[in-house]
């Protein structure tokens, strides 16, 4: 049985008229000021940085996966050379997803029952089984601050049946899950499943608050939905959740997510969003996107963006297309950091405005500069 | 004419018992200690790092490359955007060589006759023609501090006409270089060629010091010889060149040919060793290279080198494993820290040698834990 003391949270403020919250997310390793977005280390890497890049671009927690590092380099070498943050080098908090993901990432590949998800590893062939005690116990080996539950996630849109069956396994899971957590230094969150069913997420947010997690996730989302969709599975959920526990989405998002999302109560954040990106030549700024191979930065003198403190908006756009255009490494890297520092920017920002009870009309701004509107929701 | 004031060097002390020298260079952009290594910039960034971190492994001088640079993104714009200085973010010294080498390396897409060697971009097919005077007006526009006559680069072994046709030429294009070269804040260090033939490199040498360049490099080097060959050269050329000028060995090299080529007077240094090999997960230590992508380090908690301060050393050679197993870019670029760090380290270690007038013992503690010895070479 985890304690209820491996993690603390507390609300600082709440938005007078929407419902962003400022809190405070206490860990063994250290505190996250939320809203927060994690930056993601799948194989115990945040993709082209080091850990003083991911620090220096305003990180304070970051995601490791269960899955990937299950698989290579093994959960029992990662404890030997002394569990995740020693093995990576990062001392903040961590957090760790259970493996549910890659049941609907590497679906081909997987087979569930309600004993466990069978993988065959997309690495060398070889049989993962994680069942909820084995996802809890590789995520005691890893030493993660925060564990996460392993759930059932299934690609949307799916059939009714589909979708009621993940769910319910999801809550079965979760109680197994919590029954085999042992470690009084790590949280295990749970996770809300149900796909885009508004009652079955009720169903299942009301059986997993019954069981008092420390935290809760939103999940099965970002897996085919549109936003609208998302939007809206967070208007029935968050208002079920508990106002004393830490919510956080799963796997989102842009930029216009995290706004959505923060606005209807969600304090934490991951998504490979801003690293992908970068190592793919776009840079995210305050009006709208850039891409960096385009011709039309080949001369451009002007950084990403002109208030940047990052270390790509020391250089020109020109210099960016050129480290593009001749293959070199430092390209991804440079646009890495540039969008993680935007997105811790961008959350300093809303936990800012939610400080001073101006959340929307920091949602309006930044809505505007990247020419986005919303469509009919409340505001 | 590019005056004598665009950079300065001065010996502070010579090993009693060898050549090596303690010396220091004054460029516009700061000073660099001599014996130093440069890490090489060939398309204006040393590959996987951010200047920071190249600054941070201890480098006060990089390299520049004038033939790729000029092929993309063409030293026309590098000059729009600021110079290669601000291009690249590198505010110290920086060396610009002057294509001669891609001659070698590019040879069987390269045409040479006494007016200019001509290229086809290994880019795009396009001709690049790179005279003499081309070559300066290329580097000017760069904006280095250091800039290099245009050589005439021969793989060894090659006939001897051969090499004695390139070292006329190189001495001939040596003159046209100094007599386009204008910049005021740079510097024009010309290129000792021909080949393994001890009469030539005295003859190219005795012309070029007539000359009296601000410094002298010695070329043609690590271009198919065996280390005895290049050592021997070098002891022909070194005494000939003058006491009061830089000497600069190019493209060199191995950290023991540092060693034997400080022992006879080189102050100055460049290679893409530590780079390339980092990325192929080799690693640089006192004890020989250790080849991270091996099984053996799968579970070895150990760092690299117990005593380096770069931040690939605090983690364990299982983590760096790991890494390259995995095909993450941060297992280069750790690599390609340690590596620099290494050689940084290492020249470090020479100047303070020199300075106790120790260098001889350092030479001996090095080599033999390098597990190597020196065959029948004076000591």
């Known amino acids: ?3 209820p003391s491996a993690c603390s949270f507390q609300v600082l403020s709440i938005s007078s008229d929407c419902d962003a919250r400022r809190a405070v997310l206490r860990t063994s390793h250290g505190t996250v000021q939320l809203p927060a977005f994690m930056p993601v280390g799948t194989q115990g890497t945040v993709k082209g940085l080091t850990v003083d890049l991911v620090r220096g671009t305003g990180a304070e927690m970051v995601l490791g996966n269960t899955y990937h590092l299950a698989l290579r380099p093994g959960a029992e070498i990662v404890d030997e050379l002394g569990g995740l943050h020693r093995f990576m080098g990062w001392d903040g908090p961590i957090l760790t997803d259970s493996g549910g993901f890659q049941v609907f990432s590497l679906e081909r590949l997987t087979k569930v029952d309600d004993r466990a998800a069978v993988f065959r590893s997309h690495v060398d062939g070889r049989i993962l089984t994680l069942s909820p005690e084995r996802a ?3 995520q005691e080996l890893l030493r993660s601050d925060i564990a996460m539950v392993l759930d059932h996630v299934v690609p949307l849109p799916a059939a009714p049946a589909t979708v009621r069956d993940a769910c319910e396994r999801t809550v079965a899971w979760a109680e197994r899950c ?3 957590a042992s470690r009084e230094d790590q949280g295990l969150f749970a996770i809300i499943q149900g796909g885009l069913d508004a009652g079955l997420r009720r169903w299942c947010a009301a059986r997993l608050v019954e069981l008092d997690f420390p935290g809760y ?6 897996v085919g939905e549109t936003p609208a969709e998302m939007y809206a599975v967070l208007d029935v959920t968050c208002p079920l959740l508990p106002t004393h526990r830490p919510r956080y989405l799963m796997g989102v998002g842009r930029p216009e997510d995290i706004l959505e ?6 304090d934490l954040f991951d998504c490979v969003l801003p690293t992908r990106n970068g190592r793919n030549a776009l840079a995210f700024t305050d009006n709208g ?3 960096l191979r385009n011709q039309i930065h080949r001369r451009d003198p002007r950084p990403l963006e002109p208030d940047c403190p990052c270390s790509a908006c020391r250089h020109s756009r020109g210099y960016l ?4 255009k001749a293959n070199e490494m430092l390209g991804p890297i440079l646009l890495s950091i540039h969008n993680l520092n935007y997105y811790q920017r961008l959350m300093a920002d809303i936990r800012e405005a939610i400080e001073t009870d101006r959340f929307l009309d920091l949602f309006q701004r930044k809505m505007a500069g990247w020419r986005l509107t919303r469509g ?3 505001c």
Chains 1, 2 share one sequence.
């Not at 996730?217 to 970002?222: D, Q, R």
């Not at 999302?261 to 969600?266: A, K, L, W």
């Open 136 to 138: 809890v116990e590789i």
């Open 178 to 180: 919590r029954q085999a």
């Open 376 to 378: 009919g929701e409340r």
């Open 289 to 291: 996107p850039l891409r």
């Open 261 to 266: 999302s923060v606005r209807r109560g969600i």
């Open 1 to 3: 049985m985890m304690p």
């Open 217 to 222: 996730a939103v999940g099965g989302l970002s």
């Open 321 to 324: 297309h050129h480290l593009f």
